[in-house]
């Protein structure tokens, strides 16, 4: 046997060296591992398989002030596909299963037809498949599904993703949908949870933080590649979900829905632009209904016109005309002007400053009495009356009664409105504020003057939000807003008075001018109201452009509502009646509200009394 050289001992110790070392860093490495590096590993390995979810919380109802529900949150379901995933996936079954491939196209196609099967006409099988084909990570299928039925599917086909969903109810459609709103997915904003529903108008906008209270977080295992799969079973909670608040409204829903057809028919009759509406409770300033000619469903599959989603009667005033001259009328009374029978020689123009003013018919000078001139709406005969009460009295009273303020009613974009300041008045101010023209106001706001009227001179600021009822169902009232003393109950009473005689039937030159309003067994108190609007054309006031008023007190001997309309540019000259007042729809709402809620007759009728004297 051939003896070993000195090279070849050299290469044996060098092999043993290098396998040697090479089992000394596999060791180290393994202490490593399993040692110092251990807790970091695992927690990036968990870190790779588990993701943080949240709970969703369920978003508060808003209910009518009898509890019914205006807009409520219902779960649902939206169901997605990973095509790339699921083409991997099988890829690999069929790499280690060569005997039993499955096919990817018919495995979607079957997919898409048993979705078919299920959903019924709210899919199409080749818009299906077309989705369940694209070579993309994620695919949205199709939203708002029952999840029972998403169960079922979930069931047969586990590459289905079902992602939780809540879905905004408004059983009324367009019912109080001005005022309600509408809450939705907000697409714009990729930070926000899916599952989260916000408000995008209205009180569902501006309550949004009570309604959509907050959500929990959960940690759940997800399949390798998707952060969408959860893993039954593997949910752990870390923080539950608190659930919004219910938002009660004071408005009734049923004198809502009504009130919402009767104005829309009338602004119809009357072939007028648009028109508002608002029915107030006289003691409490609470807002029983508030409409507009024009409203939005939300539940609308293929959408609605944003133009709509506003709310005019609050946040679009405008001139009111004679419904104003009240300004006139409790001034006078309080500040001992003159009395109700008291006759005035009232010619049918006057001059003030550099402008001449005349009544709406030319009649020579005529004996009115103070209520006659109101009742009769002479604008020559009011200005008279505003004179001896002066432009100090008149502004302050205009401030007392709200006017160039917002009301604070609890619903968002509302206008304050225009008054002049004190300051700016010209000359010829004072001949357009107490006749209803050079300030503006919503049709809340002229409402709410006559609110005052209604509840003995005390200005209750509306509302429209009653109570916030909490998840637990703890209900906390929304606090009453402050009354304040506009005039004295006396002088309130006497205006109220007064004012009946707009709507009797006197014959001839003793009828008011508000006749059609009157309602049978009930005293009622109101003024009609015809302002002259603005000609962008030539920048002055048109004869042809009208907003029509009306503001009235059911019963004025025991005030329960007060009702205010506004038209916008009805036909006035040529056209139906129903273009030159809003007289006969207060009527109509009057009626209503006597009806449903069972408002005494008045002890007494209104007493007929001379305009215009003998």
Request: proline share 7%.
């Amino acid at each position: 046997m051939r003896k070993p050289t000195g090279n070849h001992h050299i290469r044996v110790v060098s092999v043993r060296f290098l396998l040697i070392a090479a089992l000394v860093a596999a060791g180290l490495k393994l202490v490593q591992v399993q040692g110092f590096e251990a807790e970091a590993l695992a927690a990036k390995a968990e870190q790779q398989r588990t993701t943080e979810i949240d709970i969703p919380a369920t978003r508060g109802s808003i209910v009518d002030r009898k509890g019914v529900q205006l807009a409520f949150s219902v779960e649902s379901r939206a169901l997605a596909f990973q095509p790339r995933l699921v083409r991997k996936e099988i890829a690999k079954y069929n790499k280690d299963n060569p005997t039993a491939p499955i096919s990817f196209d018919e495995r979607t196609e079957e997919i898409a037809r048993a979705l078919r099967e299920r959903l019924g006409d709210r899919v199409s099988e080749a818009d299906l498949l077309e989705k369940l084909r694209r070579d993309k990570g994620y695919v949205p299928l199709v939203d708002n599904v029952e999840p029972a039925v998403a169960r079922e599917i979930q069931e047969d086909f586990p590459e289905i993703i079902a992602e939780y969903r809540a879905v905004r109810e408004y059983p009324g459609k367009s019912l109080a949908s001005n005022v309600v709103g509408v809450a939705n997915w907000r697409k714009d904003d990729p930070d926000v949870q899916k599952h989260n529903l916000h408000g995008l108008s209205g009180l569902e906008s501006l309550l949004d933080n009570d309604l959509s209270g907050t959500p929990g977080r959960q940690v759940a295992d997800t399949l390798e590649g998707s952060k969408s799969v959860v893993i039954p079973g593997t949910e752990r909670e870390m923080q539950p979900a608190t659930d919004g608040s219910d938002i009660e409204l004071t408005i009734d829903a049923d004198l809502q829905y009504y009130l919402q057809q009767a104005l829309a028919a009338y602004v119809a009759k009357s072939q007028a632009k648009g028109g508002s509406a608002v029915v107030l409770d006289a003691r409490t300033g609470e807002v029983y209904a508030l409409a507009n000619d024009k409203s939005f469903d939300p539940t609308d599959p293929k959408g609605f016109d944003t133009k709509e989603m506003g709310n005019p009667a609050v946040s679009t005033p405008y001139e009111p005309g004679s419904v104003n001259k009240v300004v006139t009328a409790l001034c006078t009374i309080q500040e001992g002007v003159s009395e109700p029978d008291d006759v005035h020689q009232v010619p049918d123009s006057i001059r003030v400053a550099d402008r001449t003013i005349g009544d709406a018919w030319d009649h020579g000078t005529l004996p009115f009495t103070t209520t006659g001139i109101f009742a009769k709406s002479s604008n020559v005969g009011t200005l008279m009356l505003a004179e001896g009460c002066g432009p100090d009295r008149f502004s302050t009273l205009l401030r007392d009664l709200g006017l160039g303020q917002k009301t604070g009613v609890g619903l968002p974009g509302e206008s304050p409105g225009r008054v002049p300041p004190r300051g700016q008045w010209s000359g010829s101010t004072f001949g357009n504020l107490p006749i209803g023209q050079g300030l503006s106001m919503t049709v809340l706001q002229m409402a709410a003057m006559y609110q005052t009227v209604a509840n003995d001179g005390v200005r209750v600021p509306p509302r429209i939000v009653s109570a916030r009822i909490g998840p637990d169902g703890t209900r906390v009232a929304e606090p009453r807003p402050k009354g304040v003393r506009v005039v004295s109950a006396e002088t309130a009473r006497t205006v109220r008075d007064m004012f009946r005689a707009v709507v009797q039937d006197g014959e001839g030159l003793n009828d008011g001018t508000g006749k059609p309003a009157a309602l049978t067994g009930y005293q009622v108190a109101g003024k009609t109201g015809t302002a002259q609007q603005i000609d962008p054309a030539t920048g002055s006031y048109s004869n042809s452009k009208y907003w029509i008023t009306f503001a009235g007190i059911l019963p004025a001997d025991d005030p329960r509502f007060v009702v205010g309309i506004m038209l916008d540019r009805p036909n006035y000259s040529g056209g139906p009646p129903e273009g030159r007042s809003a007289a006969p729809l207060f009527h109509d709402v009057a009626s209503y509200l006597a009806q449903t809620y069972n408002v005494p007759l008045s002890k007494t009728a209104s007493p007929v009394v001379p305009l215009i004297a003998e």
